[in-house]
């Protein structure tokens, strides 16, 4: 049986009175017991299983006809598999999504609250559900959110990380410019929007590209450093 659980059919085939017995309660007949078939035909019996939310789960079937007795096991099982979020979020926020597949009762919950979701929780009926997992923009350091997804007893734990705000200057190999001028490019690491701009005089800068620019200095005729 799946998770869903309904009606299955088996067959009795006996010229004595019988009857059938299952040792689970979610597993129920359409007749428990009668008469053998006047004309020798085997007897169809119906067995219901109730939906399920568990992974798995065994009843032992007992059919018993005058001295003898048959056993056997009926099993009902759940499957369930998550597809994780594939990337870190930007510092900016945004969304992105996952999928639950199952045939279970299932819930999503975010171990913090810049993480949520369109959805929490589910009645699983064994297709796909798209989850959209929406982070806040970040304006601190790198951060990440343990993602727990639960059905039927199992659980599914995830991290997703997100950029943090990043603004930092790579120090030229050689600071110095010459006496006679000239002009250094500088490197920005950064995910932020920014400008720049100079206090020393004889000194100008000027912004290249998002990650670099340059500082430039004329003619120093004087003899100290500046």
Not at 44 to 70: C, F, H, L, P, W
Not at 143 to 168: N, P, Y
Not at 181 to 198: K, M, P, Y
Not at 199 to 220: I, L, M, P, Q, T
């Amino acid at each position: 049986y799946t998770a869903a659980g309904g009606p299955l059919p088996f067959s009795i085939e006996t010229n004595q009175p019988w009857e059938v017995r299952s040792d689970a309660l979610w597993l129920t007949f359409s007749k428990s017991e009668g008469e053998p078939d006047p004309e020798g035909k085997p007897m169809v019996i119906t067995a219901t299983a109730a939906k399920s939310n568990v992974m798995s789960r065994t009843a032992t079937v007992t059919v018993t006809s005058g001295d003898d007795v048959e056993t056997f096991e009926v099993v009902q099982k759940a499957h369930f598999k998550v597809t994780e979020i594939a990337e870190a979020f930007s510092a900016a926020g945004g969304s992105q999504t996952l999928t639950i597949k199952t045939d279970l009762d299932w819930e999503i919950s975010s171990s913090e609250p810049w993480l949520t979701f369109d959805k929490t929780e589910g009645q699983g009926d064994g297709s796909a559900v798209v989850v959209t997992a929406t982070a806040a923009a970040n304006e601190g350091a790198v951060r990440s959110a343990a993602v727990k997804v639960s059905a039927g007893g199992m659980t599914e734990t995830f991290l997703v990380e997100q950029d943090g705000i990043e603004f930092r200057i790579v120090e030229p190999e050689d600071p110095v410019i010459e006496g006679q001028g000239g002009e250094i490019l500088i490197e920005v690491v950064t995910t932020l929007d920014w400008t720049v701009a100079v206090s020393g005089k004889g000194f100008a800068a000027e912004k290249v590209d998002a990650n670099h620019f340059k500082v430039s200095a004329g003619w120093n005729n004087t003899f100290a450093e500046r």
